[in-house]
C-alpha cells in the first residue's frame, strides 16, 4: 500500500559522508575523515564500524580491514570503543543531533589511499544497516590552481573596460572642444553683425547730416 510505503521510507537508516566523497591529504598529515547517521525512529545498540578497501556488503568483514569499531546505547550517550587502530581517533559526538561519527586519520602515509567505508546498523530498526563511502587521496604536496587562464580573461576584461573609458573621455573632450568652436563662431557673428550695423548706421547718419539742404 501507498502509505506503508511512505511510513518504510520514513524509518529507513541512512549514512552520509558530506556533499563530495572525496578527499585529499598531504603525507604524514592528519585527516578528518566525516560521517553521520540519521534515523526517524531513534536507536538502540547502535554498531558502527569503519573499513579500509572493503568490498564485500560488510555484514562479516576481516578483522584487518576494520579500522574503527564502536557501539552507541541510545542517543543520550556517546559511543564506547570496542576496538581501533591506534593511528585512528574517534571525534564524533552522538548526544547531538547531528549523530556524528566522523574519526581522523593520523600520519597518513601513501599506502593509507585508497577507499573508507562507514558502515551503521541499528538494530531497533529491524537490523538496518546503510554505509557510505569516501577515497582518500594521499599527495606529496598540495597542487596550487593554475590561474593562468583566469588572470588572462581577467586582464582582457580589464583591458576592454580601460578602452571604453578612454573612448568616453575621448568622444567627451572632442564634443566639448566642438562645442567651444560653435560657441566661439556664434560670438564672432553676433560681434560682427553688431559693428556692421553700427557702422552703417553712423555712416547713415552722417550721410544724412551732410547731404544737402533740398532745395
Known sequence: ??????????????????????????????????????TCIGFQDLVFTWYFNSTELLTLPSLPLQIYHGKIKNK???????????????????????????IVLNSVEFSDAGKYTC???????????????????????????????????????????GLLILFMLIKRVVLFIIKKTQDGKKECLVSSSGNDNTENGLAGSKAEQKAPPKA
Not at 7 to 34: C, D, Q
Not at 78 to 98: A, M, Q
Not at 119 to 137: C, D, G, M, S
Request: aromatic share 4%.
Open 1 to 38: 500500500l501507498p502509505g506503508l510505503h511512505i511510513f518504510a521510507i520514513a524509518l529507513a537508516l541512512e549514512v552520509s559522508v558530506g556533499k563530495t566523497n572525496t578527499v585529499m591529504a598531504l603525507n604524514n598529515s592528519n585527516v578528518l575523515l566525516p560521517c553521520v547517521f540519521t
Open 76 to 102: 543520550a550517550t556517546e559511543p564506547t570503543l570496542i576496538w581501533h587502530n591506534p593511528r585512528v581517533e574517534f571525534v564524533g559526538s552522538t548526544t547531538k543531533k547531528d549523530n556524528n561519527i566522523s
Open 119 to 161: 558502515h551503521v546498523k541499528n538494530p531497533k530498526e529491524r537490523n538496518a544497516q546503510h554505509n557510505a563511502t569516501i577515497f582518500l587521496t594521499v599527495v606529496h604536496k598540495m597542487v596550487e590552481t593554475d590561474n593562468t587562464v583566469t588572470l588572462i580573461i581577467v586582464g582582457v576584461v580589464g583591458g576592454l573596460i
